[in-house]
């Protein structure tokens, strides 16, 4: 450790006896030896965790201090060390008392000094250990954690907790020393030197403004020094001591005049009046500091309501907090992620209320709250007293607005009409008038900030819009030392002083977050740095996060080289991070590329006139894009005195003049924000002017109060600066037939508002158009509006590029406060609360602080200004008790929270509709008959309602009448008895009509689902031109025009879409059909109604410990099949389509003319993959920057893809949100429910760098967990290994966020990160060795995940049995091992012969049984031992398959026995092509426990008429009336020559010495038989000899024997293994 010569030393109670500095080791030992009472004994009290890194140290450097400072003296004094363990816990009675009994047991003395090395823990337990041993022994500090030095460590504090209460027992007693070495803190975990550094900003707003500019500007490099210790270098080093001294200083000041708090050291709670309660609901989960730093905000924003702290301060405070990886608000992402939304859902206002009530600074009932006058003083030095109402306010997540009450009748008549009125009444609304600023326009502060910087003198900016990016672009320019910054006003105004551009390159990197603008800026700024100066040759790089080193920056960087600087790439050619050197800009001729960016024609422009030449800037290379940006940079920079002409279209000339600052520029306001004040003053028949934005401005929103207020009656007048809008008379603003607001799409929310109003004119429907890119905003912006809209009693349509907004008068809305969703969007949030100022009754918005993103102080705004009542809401109060919380978040972001009850099913009938001839009526009872529904003919229907065919209406009455019938008929199915329980299919026509359109849309709305099927032309053609039943079509190009227009019309009237192509496995280009195919699509119908209606979701168990998916990677999916997609997906529980990967095997593909072809390629790979696999699909799109195929410009597409999936039926659907963090990205959440449907939604995070996502180091990690938690239903969070740990602490993070009720999965990419696939807790990605490429770097197999968890100890072995008896011959053994082998699974499968269901119990009840086989005799008796059975083993009423369910250790019976004999009869049925099941007849051979299965299975196949024969006839008649029900025909036959007919015989005897009559063979046929033993019984024999296809025994085992694997391991099951062991087995007995 270095000697600690640099220290620096703080007086306390008037002695310096506070030493900071870096490695004090040494230091300290030497200067408690010589300058403090010598002691016979130091007691180091300290935890494992320090004890671990420091005491080695420690002991060497106290023995060499002993030598220095007594080279010849006494024998050195005695060191005693005690380790605690780390946490709070320790901070008992207890402990002390342990600590106590061993210092006496070692006999110490009086004389004893009590060291404290560690936190705050430790620091207050030494202390008051100290303080009482003996009655009180020397005590020495020695703070370890940021929190401990800056303030538990000063003061004298000491305390241990009780039961009752933190601190509630302990004492006063001054440390002598207080050490405080910054090197200990490179070891301190973030999150806690975070929870210290809340402290630390808390104590410079209140007390140091200087020290608070300090701290604002020095995040990254503070936390630098911190983290990256050495590295940061002496600077860094220098910076930390500076920080941690100054707070340390203003503490001690404190406590100097105040030690036992009387009066003074109130201040210090600035932030935890309301941080208190908070932590009283959320530690330990919540830091203290987390908590304070939350509190810190909410208590600035009362002082800012109360009108003493600017709201830009406000701003700075939370972005400062932020900076430093603190939460700053109630649903900040990291609070909730810490917290979990049960401990969140205990944050009631009422409940924090009542906390704060018992305060200590509290005098009597009142409140009292440090108030803050400016960031460095407070308004007075003590806190204040505040009324409860607004402390109420600013802890509630929701606000009640309006109403506003009318005005006095001279205000209201003023306006009347929006004309005349006399100048009297003119003259009273103007004296009414407000004026309202809001936020600066984040494209004019940022040039602003430059050419401030660039020029000379001060420059007092006003109005700077405070983002985190303004924040980036100042903090770069004061690092190049280009300009000094103040602030004035509180905070409002920012004074920057430019050196007149004189600029030095920064040494190392400019960190820039992802701020695009200041990072193309500033890349042309550092070009013009230090001009010859002492850094000529330096360089600089310019980074920033992960998505900002995707952005591009390449034909800047090609201009910037052009003109003589030299700029490298450091990483990917054409992004960030570059190097870029100083030297100064050449200027002349410059060329550049300008149909990316208009940010490089800016970037030159601005520092254009700092060149060696006047530049002559000519935009190459296309269409130049945003020229209004252009536009508003040169306007700009003539305000700072540089002209630039342009001598045409695309050339631009500088002069090289140095800018001019003014003496002060006023940031004009964003022009989005400023629709709102006026908007409130249109619709109340108010007054307002934003005296910054005018008909000069170059933002387009700038002109909605001419385009759209004007012609909605208000009075509007505008100057080139500012805008000043009347209202009407309440009541009086009047519908625009049609507005086209393209070039002010983010003000149609405003409008809407208004036109939902509108109601004074002729017209009631505002039609507002242009406006398609609003559907994917924040939210699907549309959609969101028609739902809150509606609940103030409004109805509007949602539309592709509009919305029609039908107008109701003032007095006809909802008189009941309606409670609106924002979907966490700050414009829906403000524009409804304009509606809410003319609303009867108000509106409740219940999430207040989404206004945060623009506009955090918009609510003060409406209240203070505007004169609208707001107060807090908690609009949590009004949701039913029970509904977990989580629901709540989930679902706030997303239009209709009716779609939480999207996972439980519906009865509600279902709807087919799709082409005539394309299969409606025949699927359609294949589905009825699966779902145990009514089958329902809607022509069938009409014909005998009417009483007439089809055609006979049509020639009698025309198409009209038929449509009429046609509409009435359905809605007496969808609304009648039958809206429930059936399946019903639809005209091919019946979408043509308009009313039948609303019709299935409502019944959509309603839950119910409607399935399009969607036909391969080509066959659809050549079926109908073979049927004569139907009016024809005139010729066969008729139909495909017909086609071509409904399209459409299905697509809208249908929520889930079946393709019906038998040509698909073929993939024959005439339509050929391929054998089968029509079987499957019958199972997809099934399996796709099934999932629409909720009644199997096919989703996968995410209580298993582990689950996997399997990428697919190939163009075609056809590559895997037939067969190798059964191996690939060994293992897997899911599939994963790749549609990006898709695009190499539909050539032509492309987002234009091109996108329909490739959608369609994609229905067909994902039906192909549906006909192959029973598992779950996982749709994923991917584009190129989030590491996929796709390019990034089809965005589009890309969410189109996403939402056909839904439609599809895909069961998961993976959306990627880093893209949220880009504003200009055009795929936030194409998928909010209720678009979602029953897909469940994965929402993705990809670090494909590694430098974001730092598991346990930032709170990134919580804080993305939570934005993809309140995207989707399962969280994805992707980052990359470097070392070892990073698999660790990955797995830390899932072990804190992961539960069955709220997956989350989570792993490392990259070959280091295998080990955190292993991990992964659900729907880890997998691959598998047969194919080529792995979706993503590291992937690997199931098998491998299995063995290695089984390895790590993670996988318990299990153990499976048969039971029954005999079974000593049984091939299962050998089978399932081979199984469990195969997967890399270390379960076994032994035998357990015994008839005895108490033999079966007990075996169940060991701890490590897995699951069973169940034969005979015990297949019905081990029933009473289960817990629950399945649907099929309950109607088959025998089990041959325990399953022990995932997560609660459940006994599942379920037979499987079924699916063998329906397996196997299938392919042959396919094989052999016999009889179709639904026109066959069928025989079953026994009434036994296997008969069951058998009769079960012909009911699966859709066999309508069965006969059983058993020897004991009453058997088979008991059996046959059990199961009558499930066919058309269930008949007992005496004689096997009686069931002759039957294309299906089943045998389920063991005892074969049947005589079987050949009448019974005599049409083709397949037999089967379930006895394995002997290989060819007597029925396969008498078969086969009359070439009757024939199924041996030991294949429906085997078939059986998958199932029963797939059951238990909830994965693929590996076929041909399992299969090869039987026929091995069966080898060697037979
Ligand atoms: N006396 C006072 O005036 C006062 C003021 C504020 C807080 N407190 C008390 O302080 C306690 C909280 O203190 P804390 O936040 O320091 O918690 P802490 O003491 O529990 O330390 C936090 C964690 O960081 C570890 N740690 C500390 N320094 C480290 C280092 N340099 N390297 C690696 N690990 C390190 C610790 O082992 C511990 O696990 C609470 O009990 C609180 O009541 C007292």
Not at 1473 to 1494: D, E, H, K, N, Y
Request: proline share 6%.
């Amino acid at each position: 450790m270095a000697a600690g010569n640099a220290v620096v030393r703080i007086p306390i109670l008037g002695s310096e006896s506070i030493v900071c500095g870096h490695g004090l080791a040494d230091y300290m030992w030497e200067d408690m030896f010589a300058s403090l009472a010598a002691a016979s004994t130091y007691v180091v009290i300290t935890d494992t965790n320090l004890g671990r890194l420091y005491m080695d140290g420690h002991r060497a450097a106290f023995a060499a201090a002993w030598g220095r400072v007594r080279p010849e003296g006494p024998a050195p004094p005695r060191l005693l060390v005690r380790e605690l363990a780390p946490g709070e816990a320790s901070k008992s009675r207890e402990v002390k008392a342990e600590i106590e009994d061993w210092m006496l047991a070692e006999r110490c003395t009086r004389d004893t000094t009590v060291v404290a090395l560690g936190g705050g823990v430790i620091g207050d337990l030494a202390g008051f250990v100290a303080a009482t041993f003996m009655r009180g022994v020397g005590f020495v500090q020695v703070p370890t954690s940021l929190l401990a030095m800056v303030d538990s460590s000063i003061g004298g504090k000491t305390a241990v907790d009780t039961p009752a209460g933190k601190n509630l027992i302990g004492a006063f007693w001054q440390p002598q020393r207080i050490y405080m070495d910054m090197a200990v803190l490179a070891t301190l975990p973030e999150r806690e030197f975070a929870n210290g550094m809340a402290e630390v900003i808390k104590t410079a707003a209140i007390w140091d403004a200087a020290e608070f500019a300090v701290l604002e500007a020095g995040a990254a490099a503070v936390r630098a020094a911190v983290l990256d210790g050495e590295r940061a270098g002496a600077e860094g080093a220098a910076l930390l001591l500076r920080v941690i001294a100054a707070s340390a200083r203003v503490k001690a000041h404190v406590v100097t005049h105040d030690e036992r708090e009387s009066g003074l050291r109130g201040l210090l709670n600035f932030g935890h009046t309301i941080g208190h309660a908070l932590e009283a609901e959320l530690a330990p989960h919540v830091l203290h500091g987390e908590c304070v730093a939350v509190g810190c905000v909410l208590e600035a924003e009362v002082a800012c309501r109360l009108g003493h702290l600017s709201a830009a301060s406000v701003g700075r405070l939370a972005r400062c907090l932020r900076a430093y990886g603190l939460p700053t608000a109630m649903d900040d992402p990291l609070l909730v992620a810490r917290a979990g939304p049960e401990r969140m859902a205990r944050l009631r206002p009422a409940r924090l209320m009542r906390t704060m009530g018992v305060d200590k600074k509290n005098i009597g009932a009142q409140k009292r709250l440090v108030l803050l006058r400016t960031l460095g003083a407070t308004v007075e030095p003590r806190p204040l007293p505040v009324a409860d109402a607004l402390i109420e306010e600013v802890v509630s997540a929701g606000v009640h607005a309006g109403p506003l009450p009318p005005r006095s009748a001279s205000g209201d008549g003023g306006g009347g009409g929006g004309g005349g009125g006399g100048a009297a009444a003119a003259a009273a609304a103007a004296a009414a008038a407000v004026v309202v600023v809001p936020p600066g326009s984040k494209s004019i502060s940022n040039r602003a900030l430059l050419m401030a910087a660039l020029g000379s003198g001060p420059c007092r900016i006003r109005n700077l819009l405070h983002s985190d990016d303004t924040q980036v672009m100042l903090a770069a320019l004061q690092a190049m030392g280009g300009c000094s910054v103040a602030w004035e006003d509180g905070g409002d105004t920012v004074v920057v002083t430019g050196r007149g551009g004189r600029l030095h390159v920064p040494p190392g990197e400019l960190y820039l977050g992802n701020a695009g603008t200041a990072a193309r800026f500033l890349a042309a700024a550092v070009a013009l740095a230090a001009n010859g100066g002492d850094c000529a040759d330096s360089a600089t790089v310019l980074t920033g996060n992960a998505r900002m080193r995707q952005r591009p920056i390449g034909p800047l960087v090609d201009a910037l080289r052009a003109n003589g600087t030299a700029v490298e790439y450091c990483e990917r050619e054409g992004s960030l991070p570059l190097r870029v050197a100083g030297g100064g800009l050449a200027g002349g001729r410059i060329q550049l590329a300008a149909s990316v960016s208009s940010q490089y024609v800016s970037a030159i422009l601005l520092c254009a006139p700092y060149a060696r030449e006047p530049v002559r800037l000519e935009l190459v290379g296309g269409k130049v894009i945003s020229q209004p940006y252009i536009d508003m940079t040169i306007a700009m920079m003539a305000q700072f005195g540089c002209r630039v002409e342009r001598v045409d279209e695309t050339t631009y000339v500088v002069p090289a003049a140095p800018y001019v600052n003014p003496p002060e520029y006023t940031v004009e306001s964003d022009a989005s924000s400023a629709t709102y004040p006026l908007a409130v003053a249109a619709i109340t028949g108010g007054t307002c002017t934003v005296p910054n934005i005018g008909s000069a401005s170059l933002q387009g929103d700038a002109r909605f109060a001419v385009d759209v207020l004007r012609p909605m009656g208000c009075h509007v007048e505008q100057t080139a600066t500012s805008t000043t809008v009347r209202g009407p008379a309440r009541g009086g603003l009047r519908a625009l037939p049609t507005v086209d607001m393209e070039p002010m799409t983010d003000a149609f929310l405003t409008a809407a508002v208004l036109a939902a109003v509108a109601a004074g004119g002729p017209e009631r429907v505002t039609r507002i158009r242009g406006i398609a890119n609003q559907h994917v905003k924040e939210c699907d912006r549309i959609a969101a509006m028609c739902a809150e809209l509606a609940r103030f009693g409004v109805a509007a349509d949602d539309l592709p590029d509009g919305i029609d907004v039908h107008a109701r008068p003032l007095a006809e809305l909802a008189g009941e406060a309606p409670s609106v969703h924002c979907y966490d969007d700050h414009r829906v949030a403000m524009s409804l609360s304009v509606l809410a100022c003319v609303a009867p009754a108000g509106a409740e918005i219940r999430e207040r602080r989404c206004v945060g993103k623009t506009w955090p102080q918009w609510w003060d705004v409406l209240a203070r200004d505007l004169g609208v009542p707001v107060r807090g809401a908690d609009p949590a109060m009004d949701q039913p008790s029970g509904e977990p919380d989580h629901h709540h978040h989930a679902n706030n972001s997303k239009p209709d929270s009716s779609s939480s009850s999207s996972s439980s099913p519906t009865d509600m009938s279902i709807v087919i509709i799709g082409m005539r001839g394309v299969g409606k009526t025949s699927l359609g009872r294949v589905a009825a008959r699966e779902l145990g529904r009514e089958f329902v003919d809607l022509d069938e229907l009409l014909e005998r309602d009417v009483g007439l065919t089809i055609p006979a209406i049509i020639n009698g009455s025309g198409w009209a009448a038929f449509r009429e019938h046609e509409t009435r008929v359905l809605a007496a199915a969808l609304g009648g008895a039958q809206r429930t329980g059936a399946v019903v299919a639809c005209g091919g026509g019946v979408v043509e009509a308009a009313e039948n359109r609303a019709q299935l849309k409502r019944h959509i709305a309603a839950g119910g689902a409607v399935i399009c099927l969607v036909p391969n032309m080509a066959q659809v053609a050549a079926y109908l031109g073979r049927d004569t039943t139907r009016p024809a079509f005139a010729a066969a190009s008729d139909i495909h025009e017909v086609y071509a227009r409904r399209l459409p019309l299905y697509a809208e009237s249908c929520n889930y879409e079946l393709l019906v192509d038998t040509a698909l496995l073929s993939g024959a280009s005439d339509g050929a059909a391929t054998p089968g195919a029509w079987a499957l699509i019958e199972r997809d119908l099934v399996r796709l109604a099934r999932f629409a209606t909720g009644a199997d979701l096919n989703r996968v168990d995410v209580a298993r410990p582990s689950s996997c998916f399997l990428s697919l990677t190939a163009p075609d999916v056809r590559e895997y099949l037939p067969a190798r997609l059964g191996v690939v997906t060994e293992g897997a529980h899911a599939i994963e389509l790749r549609a990006d990967l898709l695009l190499r095997g539909c050539p032509g593909a492309d987002a234009g003319a091109g996108a329909d072809a490739f959608v369609a390629y994609v229905h067909r790979q994902f039906t192909l993959l549906r006909h192959s696999s029973r598992l779950p699909i996982v749709f994923t799109v991917r584009s190129e920057p989030q590491g996929g195929a796709f390019p990034a410009a089809w965005a589009a597409l890309q969410a189109r893809l996403l939402r056909c999936a839904v439609r599809w039926g895909a069961e998961y659907v993976d959306v990627e949100i880093s893209d949220a963090e880009i504003k200009d990205s055009a795929q936030p959440l194409a998928l909010a429910p209720p678009a979602r449907q029953r897909s469940l939604l994965i929402a993705s995070f990809h670090d494909t760098v590694g430098d974001r996502l730092r598991w346990g180091a930032t709170p990134f990690g919580a804080d993305v967990l939570a934005r993809a938690r309140a995207a989707g239903d399962i969280a994805k969070l992707v980052s990359v290994a470097r070392t070892w740990d990073d698999n660790m602490a990955c797995q830390a993070f899932v072990r804190e966020h992961h539960s069955a009720a709220a997956s989350l999965i989570a792993l490392n990419m990259g070959e280091r990160g295998r080990m955190s696939r292993v991990l992964c807790p659900c729907l880890t990605p997998v691959t598998h060795p047969l194919l080529g490429a792995a979706a993503a770097p590291g992937q690997i197999s199931a098998a491998q995940i299995n063995q290695a968890r089984a390895l790590c100890g993670l996988l318990p072995a299990q153990r499976f049995v048969l039971f029954g008896s005999p079974i000593a011959a049984s091939p299962s053994p050998a089978m399932h091992n081979a199984g469990f082998a195969h997967l890399g699974l270390p379960h076994t499968y032994g035998l357990c012969e015994t008839a005895d269901p108490e033999a079966v119990r007990a075996a169940m009840a060991q701890p490590d049984f897995g699951g069973a086989s169940v034969t005979i005799p015990l297949k019905e008796a081990v029933i009473p031992l289960l817990g629950a059975l399945t649907p099929a083993a309950r109607c088959i009423g025998a089990v041959n398959t325990v399953i022990r369910t995932a997560d609660r250790g459940l006994l599942l019976g379920d037979n499987t026995d079924y699916l063998g004999i329906v397996g196997c009869l299938q392919q042959a049925q396919l094989d052999a092509q016999t009889a179709p099941f639904a026109a066959a007849r069928a025989l079953v051979i026994g009434a036994g426990g296997t008969s069951r299965a058998a009769l079960y299975a012909l009911h699966a196949l859709g066999v309508p008429r069965v006969a059983v024969f058993n020897r004991t006839p009453a058997r088979a008649q008991a059996l046959a009336d059990e199961f009558a029900r499930l066919f058309a025909e269930l008949r007992v036959v005496e004689r096997l020559e009686d069931a002759a007919g039957a294309a299906y015989v089943i045998g389920t005897t063991p005892a074969s010495d049947l005589c079987l009559p050949d009448a019974l063979f005599a049409a083709p046929g397949v037999a089967l038989d379930m006895a394995y033993k002997p290989r060819w019984t007597p029925l396969l024999e008498a078969a086969a000899r009359r070439k009757w296809a024939v199924v041996h025994g030991v294949a429906v085992l085997i078939e059986q024997g998958i199932h029963q694997m797939e059951r238990w391991t909830g994965a693929i099951a590996p076929a041909r293994p399992m299969g090869d062991a039987v026929h091995a087995k069966y080898a060697t007995d037979c």
